[in-house]
């Protein structure tokens, strides 16, 4: 961080595994990672435990995900499950240069086949009093579901979040009709990064070939320094999604 700037970075990692499932490339995701260097990482669908891959590629890491990624960059992590299954589980998972006074998984399920959490933590910026509240989310693929999910969000938001603390939503929402706008900035008071600065979302999906704008990175009570959608190399041929990057003046 440089002065009082924050960059944050969202990632649906897909598990590890490029878009096709063929090759397991989460070295390649850390490599990356490290390279963009953000003070604050939302990722979506990593693997906090997962057995059988264990024996089925030579370089799974020996520790979970998140904790692989984070090795001496991001000293700070949270995790949330999210999908729970026989071989393990993964979830959402927030890596920070920044310590965190407390982090909370919220479970906003709706349906039992398609488990989701919001993940909520709050960092203390070293130096300062300033509290800056990060939700990593990952909503439903249906419109009701979202729905639910993000009225739970607004909620969580009011009853948790005071007005006058920073305030960062990421992850994959999947809304691509744009709906989620409306509990957002109603509700919330929060706006979109990329639709502020350039007037539209950004395009994340597929890597390949974006069309559909699924990730966001919402924001309040901050100051938009500059913000890129990191579709070359090698992004556009790891996971299925894009990620996104932002850095922010705390105000």
């Known amino acids: 961080m440089t002065g009082l700037s924050l960059k944050v970075l969202t990632y649906n990692i897909h598990k590890g595994f490029s878009a096709s499932n063929l090759?397991?490339?989460?070295?390649?995701i850390k490599s990356s990672l490290r390279h963009i260097n953000a003070d604050i990482v939302f990722l979506q669908e990593v693997h906090g435990e997962r057995n059988i891959s264990d024996n089925r590629f030579d370089d799974w890491p020996n520790n979970r995900?998140?904790?692989?990624?984070?090795?001496?960059?991001w000293q700070h992590f949270a995790y949330g499950k999210n999908a729970i299954y026989k071989s393990g589980h993964h979830g959402n998972a927030i890596l920070s240069k920044y310590p965190f006074i407390e982090w909370d998984n919220i479970n906003v399920s709706?349906?039992?086949?398609?488990?989701?959490?919001?993940?909520?933590g709050t960092i203390q910026i070293p130096g300062t009093n300033l509290k800056v509240h990060i939700i990593c989310v990952h909503l439903g693929l249906f419109g009701l579901e979202r729905e639910h999910q993000l009225s739970t969000l607004a909620r969580r938001i009011n009853s948790h979040v005071p007005s006058d603390e920073p305030l960062i939503i990421a992850g994959d929402f999947?809304?691509?009709r744009g709906r989620a706008e409306h509990y957002l900035y109603r509700d919330l008071g929060v706006k979109e990064v990329f639709k502020t600065t350039n007037g539209t979302y950004a395009r994340t999906f597929p890597s390949w070939l974006p069309v559909l704008s699924m990730d966001r990175i919402y924001f309040r009570g901050l100051d938009v320094i500059n913000c890129n959608f990191l579709h070359g190399q090698p992004w556009r041929r790891m996971s299925d999604h894009i990620p996104l990057f932002a850095e922010f003046k705390l105000t």
């Open 23 to 28: 090759r397991f490339i989460l070295h390649e």
């Open 65 to 73: 995900q998140f904790e692989f990624l984070a090795d001496q960059v």
């Open 110 to 120: 709706l349906l039992r086949s398609a488990s989701r959490s919001l993940l909520h």
């Open 174 to 176: 999947n809304d691509w």
